[in-house]
């Protein structure tokens, strides 16, 4: 298991990290998602020694890590980590044997990750030459050539057309299914609610949410129903649990958590036929929006950077942001 505990960083007058705490279990694709600047890159810069917290600990199997242990972590930075003037195949060989890797292993590591991401027609061209997205997967090669232990992977889909990310995401579950714990940021939150076990989010340093998407689904304060009925409009209007009703063609309906939902499916039939009663789930976008809009006040100086130049903004979802989105019809 890697585990963050009580992680602070400042730079100056500036905090970066307040206090961050996560762990990744062994087997587990971990999403760490957040606003720009929110504290992701050092947390990670911080994971594999690149940084050095003001306070806290990074811990694997128990103990704290050393320099041979994070020599079997695979690492991918956002900015390009890689030679630009180095030939692809040398330059993978070469980190494999750094990783400490033999010669005939890192060969045939090397082959197998370029035939695996697709760049083994480039092995012998030099990485400036390559397309951002040719790039980006060479980079990922590197992460992955040395069958690292942990996998700590900081934007490792930017970048990448659509099929290079379902070969990603489909290494990424392998490597999972092998025990390794997998922990990788991403703007893109429905990529994230799709692949990942867990989730957690960060915002102005804090984790401000952890847990599985159903776990945070679940610990909203409010619920959604929709609802197909010829009741005239306002026929929700006082039943109890409903905090907000929405006239249309269909009737939406902003529940509390206490409500019963038998009773206001049996308020509707009482009033006609039921075409549609339909509970309607927030996505991993809508529950990062409630969860940063929750601590906005938070932080200490209000700062919205982590020490990397980066301004607060709000991770895309790929897609035009709505309230909730369907779960299954009753």
């Known amino acids: ?44 810069r911080i994971t594999l020694g690149v940084l050095e917290p003001d306070a806290g600990s990074v811990r694997f199997q128990g103990k704290a890590l050393d320099t041979a242990t994070r020599r079997t972590f695979g690492y991918m930075p956002e900015e390009r980590g890689l030679y630009p003037k180095m030939r692809v ?13 033999s010669r005939g292993d890192a060969d045939k590591a090397t082959r197998y990750w370029m035939e695996r991401l697709s760049v083994a027609e480039r092995a012998e061209d030099r ?4 397309s951002l997205g040719n790039q980006q997967r ?15 992977l900081d934007e490792p889909f930017s970048g990448l057309d659509p099929v290079g990310v379902d070969n990603l995401a489909e290494v990424l579950r392998e490597r999972a ?10 703007h893109q939150l429905e990529l994230v609610e799709r692949l990942c076990d867990s989730i957690g989010i960060i915002y ?13 689904r679940a610990s909203r304060g409010e619920r959604a129903l929709r609802v197909g009925t010829d009741a005239a409009p306002g026929w929700a209007d006082g039943l109890a649990g409903v905090e907000s ?4 063609p269909t009737t939406i309906l902003i529940l509390t958590a206490e409500a019963d939902d038998q009773a206001i499916l049996d308020a509707a039939r009482a ?15 809508d529950l990062f929006r409630e969860a940063v809009a929750d601590h906005n006040g938070d932080g200490s100086d209000g700062s919205d950077s982590d020490g990397d130049g980066n301004s607060a903004g709000v991770p895309e979802s790929g897609k035009t942001p709505s309230p909730v989105e369907e779960g299954a019809t009753r």
């Open 177 to 186: 299914a092998e025990g390794v714990p997998v922990v990788f940021s991403s």
């Open 245 to 248: 009703a929405e006239y249309g």
């Open 204 to 216: 102005r340093g804090r984790m401000v949410a952890t847990g599985t998407v159903e776990e945070l």
């Open 271 to 285: 009033l006609g036929a039921v075409r549609e009663f339909t509970p309607l789930r927030p996505s991993l976008a």
């Open 1 to 44: 298991m890697l585990e963050l505990e009580g992680l602070r960083k400042r730079y100056g007058d500036r905090v970066a990290l307040d206090g961050v705490t996560f762990a990744v279990r062994p087997g587990e694709l971990y999403g760490f998602v957040g606003t720009n600047g929110a504290g992701k890159t050092t947390t990670m």
């Open 138 to 152: 060479v980079q990922l090669a590197a992460a992955l050539v040395h069958h690292p232990a942990v996998l700590v």
């Open 89 to 101: 195949g040398d330059q993978l060989r070469y980190l494999a044997e750094l990783h400490g890797m």
């Open 127 to 130: 990485v400036e030459a390559l």
